[in-house]
């Protein structure tokens, strides 16, 4: 029996807390995405349209027991609901050596929703980057020419799009050999 709980006290998952796109707009980005991948330009992993998010903090692998810390902890973060807007897409870690495909978000709460949280949870293991805002669009492996592909990536046409933030949400991440499933844990709400 105690070893029982042990193993399961013990398993660690991979979790991140991020903010939730709307649905119209994914729809959308996803559309971009798919015009991307069907131009042959790029190989790598194109993001699902599910799978949209904005990550505020990265946890990696934790213990079911941290993880109802983690809960607690979110529980009282206190943070007024904001509108943010979709920007140009863009490269890390850069035009030149190009890995991943994003498209920016703008909104100075967003910055400040990840500080707060970053601070709340400062005991806790997280991956500690230079907070970036973006959705992932692709992850690349080989591009067939770079020239091209800014070209395509101009005339995708995706528009700068306003949204509203009322929530945060916890969620785990399972990988699977169809990539990456995500499976929501808790929605925080925000205030105001």
């Not at 863009?90 to 495909?101: L, R, T, W």
């Not at 046409?157 to 699977?176: A, R, W, Y």
Request: with cysteine; charged share 35%; net charge positive.
């Amino acid at each position: 029996m105690e070893l029982k709980f042990c193993l399961n006290l013990c398993e660690k998952m991979r979790v991140f807390i991020a903010v939730e796109i709307p649905e119209d707009l994914r729809a959308k980005i996803a559309h971009a995405s798919e015009i991307l991948e069907r131009s042959g330009l790029i190989k790598g992993s194109f993001v699902s349209k599910e799978n949209l998010h904005l990550t505020l903090k990265f946890f990696g692998n934790i213990s079911e027991e941290d993880l109802e810390k983690v809960k607690n902890k979110l529980k009282e973060i206190h943070f007024h609901k904001f509108d943010a807007r979709t920007e140009k897409i863009g490269f890390f870690p850069s035009e030149d050596y190009i890995k991943v495909i994003w498209m920016g978000v703008a909104a100075e709460e967003l910055e400040m929703l990840h500080n707060l949280l970053s601070e709340s949870l400062k005991g806790f293991k997280s991956e500690d980057k230079k907070f970036e805002s973006h959705l992932t669009i692709a992850r690349v492996n080989a591009i067939k020419n770079k020239d091209l592909l800014r070209e395509k990536l101009k005339t995708l046409n995706v528009k700068s799009e306003k949204f509203s933030v009322d929530k945060f949400s916890l969620i785990k991440s399972e990988l699977t050999s169809r990539g990456p499933m995500y499976r929501k844990i808790s929605d925080f709400n925000l205030f105001g």
